[in-house]
């Protein structure tokens, strides 16, 4: 065989092998890197999303009044130019499975108490596929933190006991209005209270597109009139950190909003109760007005 014949497929044979080596180098190192910081960007933005729907809760919570709210959370990610395969994940949003505090209102006209059991809820991200790690978010308790797999940790701070439960401070409140007569009493108190459920017809959406956490705040209002009595429960099954945040908190609304000479606040910490009196003269009437959250995924 002639050497000039054997030339052109050794250089074709190397020109292949060149290009094999290449596409084995894109596949197994360039593809993955590309993927995985494609990836890393979608959790940055579906993190900031939590952390926005989060602020939006507490927003709802404060004002207690009606409103629409939204953010938009991606799905999916780790798509770039030369591939466009994407991961997916899933929203979904339930209840904590006990509510966390109860109002008691004894009315003096009616023998039967009316009773109101509050509840919180929690959304979390679960990703599918994920081209870096399984990493996903939950709000929880207030709290927006990291998940994967078994494990939790907060997003905000070094462990679970430094997170503070400031949600706490406004799930309950209270305010008093004075008697006209300048005697001391009060005639009048409105008991701010809020229930975060989860939407029933929106609990769980899918896919790698944009998915989307949902609130709808509705305030109410009820009144009792010749009202005796109340009784503030918190649920001792709730978290040791959320718990002890409430209590604390209930504590001081009543501290500071009950000042009046025919109130009377016995609190049970041990039983996580406060039973309050109110005396027959003046006639007490009380308003409780519940702030009704829902949340959901679309």
């Known amino acids: 065989m002639k050497e000039d014949a054997v030339a052109p497929v050794i250089a074709a044979m190397l020109v292949l092998a060149v290009a094999v080596t290449f596409f084995s180098a894109w596949n197994a190192y360039y593809v993955p890197s590309m993927k995985a910081q494609s990836e890393i960007a979608h959790l940055k933005n579906a993190e900031s999303g939590f952390l926005q729907f989060s602020s939006d809760i507490n927003a709802a919570v404060s004002a207690k009044k009606n409103m629409h709210l939204s953010e938009p ?51 979390s991200y679960h990703p599918v596929n994920n081209f870096w790690q399984d990493q996903g978010y939950e709000w929880s308790y207030g709290n927006v933190n990291v998940t994967k797999g078994t494990l939790t940790t907060p997003l905000q701070y070094t462990s679970m006991d430094k997170v503070p439960y ?27 209270t809020v229930n975060i ?33 109340m009784t503030v429960s918190i649920n001792p099954g709730m978290p040791e950190g959320f718990r002890d945040a409430l209590w604390s908190s209930v504590n001081q609304r009543v501290n500071e909003s009950l000042a009046c000479g025919n109130v009377h606040a016995l609190p049970d910490p041990s039983n996580l109760t406060i039973q309050i009196a109110f005396d027959q003269i003046p006639n007490m009437t009380l308003n409780r007005k519940i702030t009704e959250i829902s949340l959901g995924a679309d």
Do not use: H
Not at 97 to 114: H, K
Not at 168 to 191: A, K, R
């Open 73 to 123: 959370i991606p799905l999916g990610g780790g798509d770039f130019t030369f591939d466009a395969v994407k991961s997916g994940g899933s929203l979904r949003v339930q209840s904590e499975r006990e509510g966390y505090l109860r109002v008691t209102i004894v009315n003096g006209t009616v023998p039967a108490t009316t009773s109101s059991l509050l509840w919180f809820s929690n959304y």
């Open 166 to 192: 400031g949600i706490t401070g406004t799930l309950f409140d209270l305010d008093s209005i004075p008697s006209p007569d300048g005697s001391g009493t009060c005639s009048l108190v409105d008991v701010y």
């Open 197 to 229: 459920t989860p939407d029933a017809g929106n609990i769980l959406a899918s896919g790698n597109g944009n998915g989307m956490l949902v609130l709808a705040s509705t305030a109410m209002n009820q009144q009792f009139t010749n009202a005796t009595g």
